[in-house]
């Protein structure tokens, strides 16, 4: 299975990746996580990055590309793999169907969520998590991007008929269930 998962940031992304993989066998990818983990190993790349993040904005495809082109060529990856924040632009779309070379997408999952639920989620796992992204006018910034950049790519996805959307409020197992439902329908 090659799954993507998308959604606004605060719409449980991770926490829903996280399960779905360990019950589907495949590897989570994270380019959130990939980034912070070089962050934290004191990289040039992670450094690179961390200017974008912290301001809320996108790392360029520059730096994203091949961090994810590296990952997808480990031998864990070969048959299936969840992909969690990318692609978040058109033309990362573009890159990602390049890396595949004609193997296809089999399902993009979409949790939607409104605003205000995320914004107070995402207060949340600031207090919590400490992650220097969460304040609220980095989040408000991460949402303006997300509607700007990434919302158009559900339209892409739907039109090659692999998009579905499973609401993303609510307890953490009824949408883990409400996603494998969607995935199975
Ligand atoms: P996330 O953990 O998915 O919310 O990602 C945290 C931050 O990492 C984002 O706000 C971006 O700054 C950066 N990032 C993650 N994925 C990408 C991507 N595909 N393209 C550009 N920047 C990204």
Redesign the pocket.
Known sequence: MRLLIMGP?GAG??TQAAVISQRLGIPHI????L?RANLAQGTSLGQE?KK??DA????PDSV?NGMVRERLRDEDARNGFLL??????VQ?VAELDGMLAGKEIDRVIELTADTDAIVGRLMNRSSQQGRA?DNEEVIRR?LEVYEEQTAPLTQLYKTRGVLVNVDGLGEVPDITERIFTALNA
């Open positions: 940031p992304k991770g994270s380019t959130g996580d980034f990055a974008y993040m809320g904005e996108y790392v994203t969690d924040g990318y692609p978040r632009t990362q992204d991460r």
